[in-house]
């Protein structure tokens, strides 16, 4: 279903150092570019080619080898209410467990990554292929869970004036004055016909009543 694995890419794990003893453990770090579309697409991401800081650890099982570990990133996205850029450091945990093609059900469940998860599918069991794992899509799937739907550059981030666009957090004076210049010009518009053509310059003073609640 899938290519051979190329232990060259950096996303690619090997776990022959185990030496398939149940037990065994194996700690390691390792920084890699991102992968393409590491994020939610048009929302927020790790850009293509950023660092991600990983710490992994290792551990054989009868089954398998279970892969726990840490991915650390900066995103960059922009803020869903003012639209200012952002960026974001993002930490993703995760935990797999990479089966040998071989394992039967039998081993299984005794070394249950997370107790209680028995919805696991056989469809969904990710393999190891010549002692080798590729981790790339568990770290998608854990930086994309880990991501802000909603991004926003602060938590109180007041977004943009309704009226003129303008961001409001650079400003917080920022009002208009209660008549709406448009409303305005067309009331000084109605006032000089009112008025016919005599005394333009004095200005339509626009009526009390005909204002509208805001
Ligand atoms: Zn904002
Ligand atoms: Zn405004």
Redesign the pocket.
């Given at each position: 279903m899938t290519a051979r694995l190329d232990h060259r890419n950096p996303l690619v794990f090997d776990t022959h150092e185990l030496g398939r003893r149940p037990g065994a453990l194996q700690r390691l770090t390792r920084t890699v570019d991102a992968p393409k579309d590491f994020g939610i697409q048009g929302v927020i991401g790790v850009p293509e080619g950023a660092p991600v800081e990983l710490e992994l650890r290792l551990e054989s099982v009868m089954e398998g080898v279970l892969v726990t570990g840490t991915g650390r990133a900066q995103a960059e996205g922009e803020c869903v209410r003012c639209l200012e850029p952002l960026q974001l450091d993002v930490e993703a945990d995760f935990q797999e467990m990479f089966s040998y093609p071989d394992a039967d059900d039998r081993g299984r469940h005794h070394h249950g990554a997370e107790p209680g998860d028995d919805a696991e599918d056989d469809e969904d069991r990710l393999f190891l292929e010549d002692g080798l794992f590729d981790l790339e899509s568990v770290l998608r799937d854990a930086v994309v869970l880990a991501l802000p739907m909603q991004p926003v550059c602060q938590e109180d981030c007041p977004g943009l004036?309704a009226?003129?666009?303008?961001r409001l957090a650079d400003d917080p004076d920022?009002h208009?004055d209660a008549v709406d210049i448009r409303w305005a010009a067309l009331q000084g518009l109605a006032g000089s016909l009112e008025d016919g053509e005599k005394d333009e310059m004095s200005g339509a003073e626009p009526g009390v009543d005909e204002k509208q609640e805001k």
């Open positions: 004036c009226e003129c666009g303008a920022h208009h």
